[in-house]
């Protein structure tokens, strides 16, 4: 016997494929969507067929955006000769909400992990190097997560820009604000007194 109606099935499946939604939280949004009127499920529909239409990847930065350049690269305002070097779009959102970053980004879409087949060829690294070529880049910054594959990268990129004439930094880690140093891990601790830096 067939419980729930095959459309209704299918859009719990292709919920389920979102990162962090399991079979449970698909089943309530799809569920939800159903309660709402028509011309709301219509309207989504709308906007997510419209979505791969009209959303690129700005051709300087890597970033999604309906424009290219993006917003962020055209900004006369912004110094182009600082990059941050991120893995993703949502890195860089993040850091825009600092409101303290005055340079432009590079969006790698990734990090190194060999063990899934993703090397150097598979993001956009060659595309990093080709912006410092033209010689108007005096420091990167790298910024990818203190996780194993994104210091794989970050170790990686060191490696392939130290005869660079730029200046390279890594983005700090280490103590959240407000956190009790007895409850950080090994880990956190030693990154925190790696990049310890003078008192203000």
């Known amino acids: 016997m067939q419980v ?17 939604i399991g079979k449970k939280t698909a089943t309530r949004l799809a569920l939800n969507i159903l ?27 890597f970033t999604f955006s309906e424009k290219d350049p993006c917003d962020i690269c055209a900004e006369p ?6 990059i941050c070097v991120v ?3 949502a890195d860089l959102l993040a850091i825009e909400k ?11 879409h990734g990090v190194l992990s060999p063990m899934d087949g993703i090397g150097p060829e598979e993001i956009k690294i060659k595309e990093l ?14 910024a990818t997560s203190s996780t194993v594959p994104g210091e794989a990268t970050a170790n990686y990129l060191t490696d392939v820009l130290k005869t660079s004439p730029i200046k390279l930094t890594r983005l700090a880690c280490g103590i959240p604000m407000g956190m009790d140093i007895k409850y950080a891990d090994r880990y ?11 008192p203000l």
């Not at 729930?4 to 962090?20: H, K």
């Not at 305002?77 to 600082?82: A, D, N, S, V």
């Not at 190097?129 to 790298?142: D, M, P, Y």
């Open 129 to 142: 190097l080709a912006r410092i070529s033209n010689g108007t880049v005096k420091e990167v910054i790298i």
């Open 87 to 89: 893995e993703q779009s």
């Open 188 to 198: 956190t601790l030693a990154k925190a007194i790696e990049a310890r830096s003078s």
């Open 35 to 61: 309660r709402r009127p028509a011309v709301q499920a219509k309207n989504l529909a709308l906007t997510l067929t419209e979505l791969h239409g009209s959303i690129q990847l700005c051709s300087c930065c």
């Open 77 to 82: 305002r912004r110094q182009p000769e600082i």
């Open 4 to 20: 729930i109606p095959p459309a209704l099935e299918n859009l719990i499946d292709n919920l389920s494929l979102l990162p962090g």
């Open 98 to 108: 600092t409101g303290s970053f005055p340079g432009h980004y590079h969006i790698l």
